[in-house]
């Protein structure tokens, strides 16, 4: 979790980087550290696991399935597409 809030903390200082002198940053820094020491990270783990574990990952799959089938259809339908236009274009040009 340190490494975590570190980079995160990382993130907001460069938000902030121009709008603060270094003594409001590091006051700004210990509100943060304040905060951050009140999460209960045993209860949010729990309920990132509950979560987690409530994903119908066959729906996902599905899902994912079906929108990767449909990237390679539409590719398919571009090449198709150009294709059929330099076919066209090929054609006339011998028929002239």
């Known amino acids: 979790m340190k ?6 903390w990382k993130d907001v200082e460069k938000r902030i980087a121009d709008a603060m002198s270094s003594a409001e940053k590091d006051a700004l820094k210990c509100q943060y550290e304040k905060q951050l020491s009140k999460v209960d990270w045993s209860k949010m783990k729990t309920k990132l696991t509950i979560a987690y574990d409530n994903i119908d990952w066959n729906r996902v799959n599905e899902k994912l399935d079906n929108a990767l089938t449909a990237i390679k259809i539409d590719s398919l ?10 076919l066209t274009t090929l054609q006339k040009v011998l028929l002239r």
């Open 3 to 8: 490494v975590l809030e570190e980079k995160q």
């Open 77 to 86: 339908q571009q090449v198709y597409t150009i294709a059929m236009t330099d």
